[in-house]
């Protein structure tokens, strides 16, 4: 009888458990609180693509839509990004009336500004085209004093670019020149870009060195691009004038030409014989004599007949020959 008593209590008070009322838990599944506590979050990073960072690129979860597009700061520069810490997001939030709480100290979030990049070929066709526009439309090799140059456009903007200003000194080459992006409109970025702008010219240079009394062929011949400030009047530009030519002095591979450094190959040498031929409108005679002195072809030179020791002056024809007029004949003692 006890056990059954017993059982009886404890079977009712289990019963009376199970239909006690549960308020706090009924409130929170029936009623979450009207501002989405328990659905805004944090988000991990934003692109931002407009001027100004909103709410909802902090955010998630704002029901309001109002509300989300509420801007709260200035947008990083295109390209740019930067953390944003758990104290200014809790401020923006408590400002904005929205129930967000940092777990840490540590939570942050990263913001980087969308865009896309005008590369520095671009601009470098850029200022060819507005250097063109200035008479320098031959070859320009351009170098300038920055390096890497890029204009960063917000990714709603146009992607285009225009030279604005270019001024350019003749004689050094050195220019300056602004730049801005897009090519219409308001400029949404700006360079200035300082440099060279260097006209070329191709010109014929040795592919070896040759030394004097060697004879320039056309094998010996490349064209090498130049600056066109380093040329002078005797430069030479063509090839006709180099070949069948010697040097005055040895001239190495690649080094400009000069035509005071050239001459035609000596056909007679100081000290040689040579064959000195003696031509009249009736006769031709010839004769052995020594050459007293270095001669290209058709340079008068002065030879000496080794038989009476008679020098005279002789026009170099050919390897070791030279013709004498009977009025140029003098006797040395």
Not at 106 to 122: F, M, P, T, V
Not at 212 to 233: F, H, K, Y
Not at 248 to 256: H, M, N, T
Request: charged share 25%.
């Amino acid at each position: 009888m006890r056990k059954t008593t017993a059982s009886l209590a404890l079977l009712a008070l289990l019963a009376a458990a199970l239909l006690l009322p549960l308020p706090q838990a009924r409130a929170e599944t029936a009623a979450p609180d009207s501002a989405g506590q328990d659905l805004l979050t944090l988000r991990a990073g934003s692109v931002i693509e407009d001027d100004v960072v909103r709410l909802r690129d902090l955010f998630d979860g704002i029901a309001d839509p109002a509300v989300a597009e509420t801007p709260v700061a200035k947008a990083p520069q295109p390209g740019a990004s930067i953390d944003v810490g758990a104290r200014w997001l809790a401020a923006v939030a408590k400002a904005h009336g929205l129930p967000w709480q940092p777990r840490s100290r540590y939570e942050r979030i990263n913001l980087r500004r969308d865009s896309h990049d005008i590369a520095g070929e671009e601009i470098e066709e850029a200022l060819r085209t507005a250097l063109a526009d200035q008479g320098l439309d031959g070859e320009v090799r351009l170098s300038f004093d920055q390096p890497g140059l890029r204009l960063r456009l917000p990714s709603t903007a146009e992607r285009s670019l225009r030279v604005t200003r270019l001024t350019l000194d003749p004689s050094s080459g050195r220019f300056l020149a602004h730049v801005v992006a897009p090519a219409a409109g308001e400029p949404k970025a700006t360079l200035s870009v300082t440099g060279r702008a260097l006209e070329m010219t191709e010109v014929p240079v040795l592919t070896r060195r040759v030394n004097p009394g060697e004879v320039i062929r056309a094998r010996d011949i490349e064209w090498m691009s130049v600056q066109a400030n380093r040329l002078t009047r005797t430069t030479v530009v063509d090839v006709a004038s180099m070949i069948g030519m010697s040097p005055r002095r040895p001239i190495r591979a690649q080094d400009l030409v000069r035509s005071t450094d050239l001459q035609s190959p000596v056909m007679v040498t100081k000290n040689t014989l040579v064959t000195i031929r003696l031509q009249t409108s009736r006769m031709q005679l010839t004769v052995q004599g020594r050459a007293l002195e270095d001669g290209a072809e058709g340079d008068v030179v002065r030879v000496m007949n080794t038989k009476s020791n008679t020098v005279v002056n002789a026009v170099v024809v050919g390897g070791g020959s030279v013709i004498v007029v009977p009025a140029t004949v003098t006797a040395e003692r």
